[in-house]
């Protein structure tokens, strides 16, 4: 069984730190795309970071850019979202998600793998 599950969430103040970490299961995610999405209350899910199979390329949201960094370890089957410099409208439910259709960093419907998610709350 496929599976892919968050962890690191929970209360950070602003301009605090929290790590999320995703751990893979059911099969190898070598070759995946791996993205980072977060959703808050009363909207949408929206991209936030993204890194290739190789680790050699990431891409951000520009709202998140220079403040999270997303990393991968392969050998481990695990993904990785470090957060600095958090806000409040940093607030939501992140989620993991996995695709090997590397044309569509970023969309939802092309991650065919998602968590269930971890929830990050940033008090002001």
């Known amino acids: 069984q496929v599976q892919l599950v968050e962890s690191g969430g929970g209360l950070a103040q602003a301009g605090g730190s929290l790590r999320l970490s995703c751990a893979a299961s059911?099969?190898?995610?070598?070759?995946?795309?791996m993205g980072w999405f977060r959703q808050a209350p009363g909207k949408e899910r929206e991209f936030v970071a993204a890194?290739?199979?190789?680790?050699?390329?990431?891409n951000y949201a520009a709202s998140v850019k220079g403040r999270f960094t997303i990393s991968r370890d392969n050998a481990k089957n695990a993904v990785y979202l470090q957060m600095n410099s958090l806000k409040p409208e940093d607030t939501a439910v992140y989620y993991c998600?996995?695709?090997?259709?590397?044309?569509?960093?970023?969309?939802?419907?092309?991650?065919?793998?998602w968590g269930q998610g971890t929830q990050v709350t940033v008090s002001s």
């Open positions: 059911g099969r190898t995610f070598r070759r995946d795309e």
């Open positions: 890194i290739s199979w190789s680790g050699g390329s990431t």
């Open positions: 998600a996995a695709t090997r259709d590397y044309s569509s960093t970023g969309y939802p419907p092309s991650y065919r793998y």
